[in-house]
């Protein structure tokens, strides 16, 4: 597991849209892991400004996500099917038929079954990662153990509270989620980690102090990953040390 430290956020959000543009570029059918939430914003809107200038396309690129709220319908504003319509899919050319995700109002087994086929065939070829304040990765909250396979979760009370800002009221935070699981996730052929803001401190502090695999710290597995980057700004480094 690598670190890169960066001048701002804009800086990670850019060196991460590189990264992903080169496999863009190198991949035949390349397979783009991606995440939701505030962090992979900037992200989502250097890859469309540079398909707007014609710099790079996706015509041949295939998407999975990471997580669904269970209960959000692709429709609602705070699902994360709705979040990938409004920062990326309606922006470039990817065809639908190219993007998985998870439906947040499918049967969840169904669901999570379609997602452990899927991945069995195809590792990603890159993985965008952002993080919880208590070092989730997708939704794989602190526990006692880590899980495989594609699950149901039940968000942690530290997640709830977090997402709460993009809801009208707590309460309307839904309480489970279906999320990739570790196997997935590490292995991706390439994963990134991306992080901003004193929130992830600990987290982050905690993940690069030790070399230490704990499933109370979920992002701790990066370390067995091949290639697994940590993208941190100037600013959070600071406040870590
Ligand atoms: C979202 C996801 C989550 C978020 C994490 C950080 O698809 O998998 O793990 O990456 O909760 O969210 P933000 O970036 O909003 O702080």
Same mark, same amino acid.
């Given at each position: 597991?690598?670190?890169?430290?960066?001048?701002?956020?804009?800086? =990670? =959000?850019?060196?991460?849209?590189?990264?992903?543009?080169?496999?863009?570029?190198?991949?035949?059918?390349?397979?783009?892991?991606?995440?939701?939430?505030?962090?992979?914003?900037?992200?989502?809107?250097?890859?469309?400004?540079?398909?707007?200038?014609?710099?790079?396309?996706?015509?041949?690129?295939?998407?999975? &996500?990471?997580?669904?709220?269970?209960?959000?319908?692709?429709?609602? =504003?705070?699902?994360?099917?709705?979040?990938?319509?409004?920062?990326?899919?309606?922006?470039? &050319?990817?065809?639908?038929? &190219?993007?998985?995700?998870?439906?947040?109002?499918?049967?969840?087994?169904?669901?999570?079954?379609?997602?452990?086929?899927?991945?069995?065939?195809?590792?990603?070829?890159?993985?965008?990662?952002?993080?919880?304040? &208590?070092?989730h990765i997708g939704?794989n909250e602190?526990?006692?153990?880590?899980?495989? =396979?594609?699950?149901?979760?039940?968000?942690?009370?530290?997640?709830?509270?977090?997402?709460?800002?993009?809801?009208?009221?707590?309460?309307?935070?839904?309480?489970?989620?279906?999320t990739?699981?570790?196997?997935?996730?590490?292995?991706?052929?390439?994963?990134?980690?991306?992080?901003?803001?004193?929130?992830?401190?600990?987290?982050?502090?905690?993940?690069?102090?030790?070399?230490?695999?704990?499933?109370?710290?979920p992002?701790?597995?990066?370390?067995?990953?091949?290639?697994?980057?940590?993208?941190?700004?100037?600013?959070?480094?600071?406040?870590?040390?």
């Amino acid at each position: 597991m690598k670190t890169i430290v960066t001048g701002s956020y804009a800086e =990670s =959000s850019r060196i991460l849209a590189d990264m992903f543009e080169c496999v863009m570029r190198t991949v035949e059918e390349p397979l783009l892991g991606l995440s939701t939430g505030s962090t992979p914003l900037g992200m989502y809107q250097c890859l469309t400004e540079d398909y707007s200038r014609g710099l790079i396309d996706f015509s041949h690129v295939h998407t999975i &996500n990471l997580d669904e709220y269970v209960g959000l319908p692709r429709s609602h =504003s705070q699902s994360f099917g709705y979040y990938m319509d409004k920062h990326l899919f309606s922006k470039v &050319n990817l065809l639908p038929e &190219n993007t998985l995700l998870i439906d947040g109002v499918g049967e969840p087994e169904a669901q999570c079954r379609r997602y452990n086929e899927f991945l069995s065939q195809s590792p990603m070829d890159i993985l965008v990662l952002g993080i919880g304040n &208590n070092g989730h990765i997708g939704f794989n909250e602190p526990d006692d153990a880590f899980c495989a =396979s594609t699950h149901v979760v039940e968000l942690a009370d530290d997640t709830i509270c977090a997402n709460a800002r993009f809801f009208e009221r707590i309460e309307d935070v839904p309480r489970h989620a279906i999320t990739m699981g570790m196997a997935g996730i590490t292995q991706a052929r390439e994963v990134v980690l991306i992080a901003t803001g004193m929130a992830k401190a600990k987290a982050i502090g905690a993940l690069l102090a030790d070399d230490k695999i704990d499933p109370r710290l979920p992002c701790s597995i990066l370390k067995v990953c091949q290639n697994a980057t940590i993208l941190i700004d100037k600013d959070l480094a600071d406040y870590i040390q």
